[in-house]
């Protein structure tokens, strides 16, 4: 993607992954585990590696974070999720996978 204007703020960057992943483009829903709130996100970085408790980490943009957390999310500087690959149709403004994504010359 070279404009993530479609898409923000719904988009992350996650853990494990390296540059040029077949990961990237992909789409999470991601849901609050205590309010049972979800959101879909499109993978578009990498972060650090997860915490040792969890296997996988989000770093999710601002407005998104609060969306899906409120103000407990805010106060408490994180949230505790469950998440689930889904179909990139569910995540806004998500072309799909690379190879399905227009050429753009």
Not at 13 to 33: F, H, M, Q, T
Request: proline residues 7%.
């Amino acid at each position: 993607y070279q404009d993530l204007s479609a898409m923000f703020p719904d988009v992350t960057a996650i853990s494990g992954i390296a540059w040029n992943s077949p990961k990237c483009g992909v789409c999470y829903e991601v849901v609050d585990v205590k309010s049972k709130k979800s959101i879909y996100l499109t993978v578009v970085d990498s972060v650090g590696p997860a915490p040792t408790s969890s296997s996988l980490h989000f770093n999710i943009a601002h407005e998104a974070f609060d969306t899906l957390f409120g103000a407990a999310g805010e106060q408490a500087g994180h949230g505790v999720t469950t998440f689930t690959e889904v179909d990139y149709h569910n995540c806004k403004g998500n072309k799909g996978p690379p190879s399905l994504a227009p050429i753009v010359v």
